[in-house]
């Protein structure tokens, strides 16, 4: 996706028509979905870490620990 490029969000299928079974996902598609996936999966950590400082500082130190190995 270019630089400054917006994705666009996927919905939530319900105004979208059902696809037919034997339909492939095309690659388009599955990278859209899967950038929606891993923005809403960042937030929710975020939001975790903010939530439980706990939470935070130990993923901090499991990080830190990852790099250093």
């Known amino acids: 996706m ?3 490029a917006i994705a666009e969000p996927v919905g ?3 105004d979208d028509p059902p696809a037919p079974s ?3 996902v095309t690659d ?3 990278l859209r979905q899967r950038a929606v996936f891993l923005r809403e999966l960042a ?3 975020a939001l975790l870490a903010r939530s439980t ?3 935070g500082r130990t993923a ?3 990080r830190r620990l990852r ?3």
């Open 2 to 4: 270019p630089e400054g």
């Open 12 to 14: 939530s299928g319900a």
């Open 22 to 24: 034997g339909e492939l």
């Open 28 to 30: 388009a598609a599955r």
């Open 43 to 45: 937030e929710a950590r």
């Open 53 to 55: 400082a706990w939470h």
């Open 60 to 62: 901090g130190l499991r």
């Open 67 to 69: 790099q250093s190995t």
